[in-house]
């Protein structure tokens, strides 16, 4: 059965672990954000030849958001938040409300009579993302009484840990190890083969080696397996550290015929992201580049932000 096990045993930071036959599928990060919350902002700066400006939504917070219709600066403008700040990035906004159909008219409603910089609707992700897990029959559990509450408070099933049996959570669900594997640089496959992964400012890069797996038999086919293997695990990672921008992956030299092949197997793979990510395909270099879209920070950056021991 799958299991979202929502704990902030690591440095208070409110964190979901969805499980699925114990395998780590996903972590979530369920501390503050503005994603999804409505405000009525005010336009600070039109960009007249990228219709688009900067908006101050809340005191000491603005965006950047695209504009569908002309605006000047002074306005005010209905606006929610798409993508908290990543990096030095200001937060990105967009008038296209994603909100169920009774909620939007009521906000929209209460925009024509707001003032500037002022909160019009909150969203809640760990809720809403509970809600939805539990609709697909996911067991939710934490060892947080007030998160217990709160999704009780929703009509959400979950089951509040009992620590008095002297193991924790963590321990339990071995969620430190989760976390220390997720963050590693170095990620060993199944094969003895294993990635690199290396963050800068630029881009994300990612080397493919052999490593353990040194079988001579049959040479061109074991780099095609683990190449393929590698790329099953690149884009999990992508997904577990919530990895966006550029990422440049370096597989291990094969014949020129697999290369096509691997493209439409991790374009398959790119697919099933629940982030927007591109297979851009193989440089002159033969270095593949990917393209994921921002969204929320990376899991890197949210633990980094607090300090790692």
């Given at each position: 059965?799958?299991?979202?096990?929502i704990?902030?045993?690591?440095?208070?930071?409110?964190?979901?672990?969805?499980?699925?036959?114990?395998?780590?599928?996903?972590?979530?990060?369920?501390?503050?954000?503005?994603?999804?919350?409505?405000?009525?902002?005010?336009?600070?700066?039109?960009?007249?030849?990228?219709?688009?400006?900067?908006?101050?939504?809340?005191?000491?917070?603005?965006?950047?958001?695209?504009?569908?219709?002309?605006?000047?600066?002074?306005?005010?403008?209905?606006?929610?938040?798409?993508?908290?700040?990543?990096?030095?990035?200001?937060?990105?906004?967009?008038?296209?409300?994603?909100l169920?159909?009774?909620?939007?008219?009521?906000?929209?409603?209460?925009?024509?009579?707001?003032?500037?910089?002022?909160?019009?609707?909150?969203?809640?992700?760990?809720?809403?993302?509970?809600?939805?897990?539990?609709?697909?029959?996911?067991?939710?559990?934490?060892?947080?009484?007030l998160?217990?509450?709160?999704?009780?408070?929703?009509?959400?099933?979950?089951?509040l840990?009992?620590?008095?049996?002297?193991?924790?959570?963590?321990?339990?669900?071995?969620?430190?190890?989760?976390?220390?594997?997720?963050?590693?640089?170095?990620?060993?496959?199944?094969?003895?083969?294993?990635?690199?992964?290396?963050?800068?400012?630029?881009?994300?890069?990612?080397?493919?080696?052999?490593?353990?797996?040194?079988?001579?038999?049959?040479?061109?086919?074991?780099?095609k397996?683990?190449?393929?293997?590698?790329?099953?695990?690149?884009?999990?990672?992508?997904?577990?550290?919530?990895?966006?921008?550029?990422?440049?992956?370096?597989?291990?030299?094969?014949?020129?015929?697999?290369?096509?092949?691997?493209?439409?197997?991790?374009?398959?793979?790119?697919?099933?992201?629940?982030?927007?990510?591109?297979?851009?395909?193989?440089?002159?270099?033969?270095?593949?580049?990917?393209?994921?879209?921002k969204?929320?920070?990376?899991?890197?950056?949210?633990?980094?932000?607090?300090?790692?021991?």
């Amino acid at each position: 059965m799958d299991k979202l096990i929502i704990s902030n045993f690591y440095k208070d930071i409110l964190l979901g672990f969805h499980l699925v036959d114990d395998e780590i599928e996903m972590i979530y990060d369920f501390s503050d954000s503005e994603v999804g919350n409505v405000y009525c902002g005010i336009i600070k700066d039109v960009t007249k030849n990228l219709s688009s400006a900067f908006v101050e939504f809340a005191e000491g917070k603005k965006g950047f958001v695209s504009l569908d219709s002309e605006m000047k600066s002074g306005d005010k403008i209905l606006v929610q938040v798409k993508a908290d700040p990543i990096k030095s990035k200001d937060y990105l906004l967009t008038t296209k409300l994603e909100l169920p159909e009774d909620i939007k008219s009521e906000v929209e409603r209460k925009f024509e009579f707001a003032s500037p910089k002022s909160y019009l609707y909150k969203s809640d992700y760990m809720t809403e993302t509970c809600r939805k897990m539990s609709k697909n029959g996911t067991e939710i559990i934490t060892d947080n009484i007030l998160v217990s509450q709160n999704l009780e408070g929703a009509k959400i099933q979950n089951l509040l840990y009992n620590s008095n049996s002297g193991i924790s959570i963590e321990n339990t669900y071995r969620l430190g190890k989760i976390i220390k594997d997720v963050l590693a640089k170095k990620v060993w496959m199944d094969s003895g083969a294993y990635l690199v992964i290396e963050h800068t400012e630029a881009l994300t890069a990612i080397d493919v080696n052999s490593g353990k797996n040194v079988s001579k038999k049959d040479r061109d086919e074991n780099i095609k397996a683990i190449n393929f293997e590698a790329a099953d695990y690149i884009m999990k990672h992508l997904k577990l550290r919530n990895i966006s921008g550029i990422i440049i992956v370096d597989f291990i030299n094969m014949r020129e015929e697999y290369y096509e092949e691997l493209t439409k197997h991790i374009t398959e793979l790119s697919k099933q992201d629940n982030v927007v990510c591109n297979i851009v395909g193989f440089t002159e270099l033969g270095l593949l580049e990917i393209t994921r879209k921002k969204n929320r920070k990376s899991l890197k950056e949210i633990l980094s932000e607090v300090g790692n021991d």
